[in-house]
């Protein structure tokens, strides 16, 4: 099997990317051996119109010293990537083994070593063509992979997601991309799932993933002290599509996500978070076109259950959603606009806090990636980010990025 980036982020970044869709291959007695990845750098200059925004926001504000303007050289939203799979058919089963690593491109000042390495992906799958295949280990989550992998920015940089203006992307693995901004991170995670053969272009995966705290702050895990809630059970995920080829190409998909969380507040609270999404991705000629839209109930915003409760144990409803267009003109350079928004809804116990909470982060992006060679691209961007807070005398936060680099696969 000849992959980019194994499993989830392979298929959509080579669509976008317009190059090659083999890595490097060799034959190691009964497997097939594949090499592949990428490195991308950019250059990120963000502007910060405010000085303050919500919790939840995604517009940069200004630093300490009430500069606006910064300035960093990081990957975009797509790590930097080197993946290994090995294949091969035994006893009437295709397996294969897959594990990748993402070295972070952030630095600190001095000796310190910067950036972060992630390792994102270890997994095996085993079936057949006549009956589907079972994936154990860890992966793209299955609620919400699609969105991200048609988002344009996936080449690019999108929203940096960050809280102030005095770090651009230095210090981090990746931007945001459109991610808070249009659609909730389907994360990397454990998981077991299970996927259809393709049925005349119908296919579904359910499966079992590890179930996430709620989070009062961005960046925490099922183990951080800043976490809330825990859980006993494992999340449930799904997502079905139906793809079609012709001169009129595309893709309409469906998907759920639940999971109970319990001990969410002081009194111990139960309480089960869901999600539902529906897309659809077209081609026509050189136009790309692309609709997508979430709505949940205690999963909150941008990442799987950030906010999606109250202090007083009551789950938030939220949703969101964007919808994108490309053209690709004559000399290749592919052109795009994307508009996205999420939403958070606010409850009795915030309004009574006067809680400067995120209302809403909404995302313009316009774009373009130039195919130098059929591996290289190379990418500008400008994006406007803006957060509402519910609290009215906080005012709107914004926030502009202008972003140039390149990103060559393998």
Same mark, same amino acid.
Request: aromatic share 10%.
């Given at each position: ?63 300490? +010293? ?42 600190? /000042? ?18 057949? *063509?006549?009956?589907?295949?079972? *994936? ?52 990397? *995670?454990? /998981? ?17 993933? /590890? ?22 059970? #494992?999340?449930?995920?799904? /997502? ?10 595309? *893709? ?31 081609? =026509?000629? +050189?136009?790309? =076109?692309?609709?997508?839209?979430? $709505? ?33 003109? #004559? ?45 290289? +691209? ?8 803006? $957060?509402? $807070? ?21």
């Amino acid at each position: 099997m000849n992959n980019k980036i194994k499993a989830a982020v392979a298929g959509a970044v080579l669509a976008s990317a317009s190059v090659a869709n083999a890595g490097i291959t060799w034959d190691a007695g009964e497997w097939t051996v594949d090499m592949n990845g990428n490195v991308n750098a950019f250059a990120i200059f963000s502007d910060a119109k405010d000085a303050t925004g919500p919790a939840g926001g995604l517009a940069a504000t200004q630093g300490a +010293n009430a500069d606006s303007d910064s300035v960093a050289i990081s990957t975009g939203l797509l790590p930097a990537w080197l993946g290994f799979t090995a294949t091969t058919r035994q006893n009437d089963l295709d397996t294969s083994v897959t594990i990748s690593f993402q070295p972070g491109m952030g630095g600190n /000042q001095g000796f310190t070593a910067g950036g972060n390495t992630e390792n994102r992906q270890a997994f095996l799958t085993f079936g057949d *063509k006549s009956w589907g295949s079972v *994936k154990m280990g860890k992966d793209l989550g299955i609620f919400g992979s699609t969105a991200i992998l048609n988002d344009m920015t996936l080449l690019g940089v999108g929203s940096t997601g960050f809280t102030n203006a005095n770090g651009g992307a230095a210090g981090t693995t990746t931007t945001l991309g459109g991610i808070g901004t249009g659609y909730i991170y389907a994360d990397w *995670k454990g /998981q077991f799932a299970y996927t259809t053969p393709n049925m005349n272009g119908f296919q579904a995966t359910l499966g079992i993933t /590890q179930p996430w705290n709620t989070q009062p702050a961005l960046g925490g895990d099922t183990t951080s002290a800043t976490s809330s809630g825990s859980t006993d059970q #494992p999340a449930f995920e799904a /997502q079905a599509s139906y793809s079609w080829t012709g001169d009129f190409a595309g *893709k309409l998909w469906v998907g759920a996500f639940t999971q109970e969380v319990t001990n969410i507040d002081a009194a111990n609270t139960d309480d089960d978070a869901t999600a539902f999404e529906v897309g659809i991705s077209t081609s =026509l000629m +050189n136009i790309g =076109l692309t609709a997508y839209a979430y $709505s949940g109930e205690g999963v909150g915003t941008t990442t799987m259950l950030y906010q999606g409760f109250d202090t007083a144990g009551e789950k938030r409803d939220s949703d969101g959603g964007y919808v994108q267009a490309t053209y690709v003109i #004559p000399m290749g350079t592919k052109l795009g606009v994307s508009y996205g928004i999420s939403s958070l809804d606010d409850n009795a116990a915030d309004t009574a806090a006067n809680a400067n909470l995120v209302k809403e982060n909404s995302r313009l992006t316009v774009g373009a990636y130039h195919p130098l060679t059929k591996h290289l +691209n190379l990418v500008a961007e400008y994006s406007a980010v803006e $957060s509402e $807070s519910h609290l009215a005398t906080q005012g709107d936060t914004e926030n502009d990025i202008f972003s140039v680099g390149a990103i060559l696969f393998f």
